[in-house]
């Protein structure tokens, strides 16, 4: 989709060229123009001034905030269009005039070097002697089609033609408005870059010669090298072609097992927080010995092949069935140990190479937004479906935080709390709620992620909206139990948990209930501060304010207990 802020001409006598003329146009049509609406917030040229785009006229109006504009929306964009523009009166130059032709287009955004231009992809320019043109309302396609006899078209151009007429036919006014009505209902895109053989685009196509470059120098090519793999490694079958699905049906050989190790070891290290093999982006001669090699060629043969699903059963699992390694790792007796480390142990053996124990660590980013939200029942647990915007510090998305603007609006539905997976990531402007618990840019791939532990994570975990909004929800699930101070730690211990609480820490969580009661009612604290300031006031049926905003401080302690986000 483009803009186009105005239409001008200028014309140049080729006898007087001090001469210069500026064509006054007086009427525009064109075989398409979206309805009047204003410029989308990706456009934004940090002004207040309001721009917006629609009819042709627009193009010939003379004015810098209005435009001709061609969005025909989802599912028909990026389609030629047609416009004429008529001048108040012929041109007519005895010996001829230069014609200068201006296309002003300044409805994108305040950088062009972002996605903020709104312009035309490509254009083509022609004049008429005629003096009533006007656009050809007709489909370019559809005009070619005529060039065959109706006798010899095929279906595809008979329902290509009839669905031009019918489209200006009055009698179909009413079919029209309801495919509109449907056109409407069609989802936004978002735009993907698709790779293509270069042989397959259509006939007499060559494929593409690539050269080994010296030293790097594109411009220094020396001899050509074809498709192949490591000699090391098995051989490409004899009879295939050095197409990717080749290369692909090499990867997954029985005979070329790296596939399958690299995968198998890469669940080990989602289950153990660490592989067989150290270092899953390295798996050459330079990597770490594998701690269990036996086990890891084990686990790839078994992921390759059919295999029985448990000892007694006669299912049988399909090659390549990652359900079926996921249930061998997850009832092992290695994974099903006790994750508490002797002393001795944990001096001979500090990062578990040896299996002793069963894994400790804390769980990714995403998964600790997760078990908050799931913790406080606030969870949207929706499958699939569209990324999300929850809150976000606005600064972030503006130079020179950023690379130029980019649009940001918080999620406030029940989106706001969807699972962290469908968080909207910028390559260049990381969710920072994830990336302080490690998560990795969005600019390379990671099939390690190092784990740290930080005073901001501690931070984030306490006050980042989401987090707050978790801890107001917990105190509000605990208060809705009933019962007395007790029944209703307990019922938010083991909501976060998963266990009672001991005594030891049943009289730490109900003496702060106290303290913060007293606190709080004695006014150091605001309630609304603490219990959300729209339901503060509100608090669950039989309860009150200073409850609730004191509920919310243990909340906010259960939720940042290092048991809490910590696998074991």
Known sequence: MAALTEFEVTAVPINDPTNEVKVKFVQATADYANAEK???AEFNDKSDQKRVYGPVAFAIDGKDNTAWGIDAGPGRRNQSRKAVFIPEKPLAFTNGAVLT??????????????NENHNLGRFRLSVTSATNAVADPVPAEVR????TPASSRTPAQAAAVFSAWRATAPEFKDVNDKIEALWRQYPEGTPSLVLRALHDHGPGDEKRVTHALARGDWLKPEKAVTPGVPKILPPLSPEADDSRLTFARWLVDPHSPTTARVFVNRLWQAYFGIGLLETPEDFGVRAPAVSHPQLLDWLAVEFMRPSIIAPGESSIAPPWDIKHIHRLIVNSATYQESSRTPPELAQRDPNNRLLARGPRLRVDAEIV???ALDASGLLDEQIGGAPVTPPAPAFLFQPPASYGPKTWRDETGPERYRRAIYTFRFRSV?????QTFDAPNGDGACVRRLRSNTPLQALVSLNEPIFVECAQALARLCLEQGGNDAERIRYGFRRCLGRPPEAREMRELTSLLRREKNYIRDGWVDTAALGDKDKALFPPKGTTPTELAAYTVVARVLLNLDETITKE
């Open 38 to 40: 204003e410029l989308e």
């Open 369 to 371: 937004r997760d078990i």
């Open 430 to 434: 990381p969710y920072p709620a994830l």
């Open 144 to 147: 070619e089609i005529f060039q």
């Open 101 to 114: 032709f201006k296309l002003q287009q300044n409805h994108g955004g305040n950088n062009s070097d972002d």
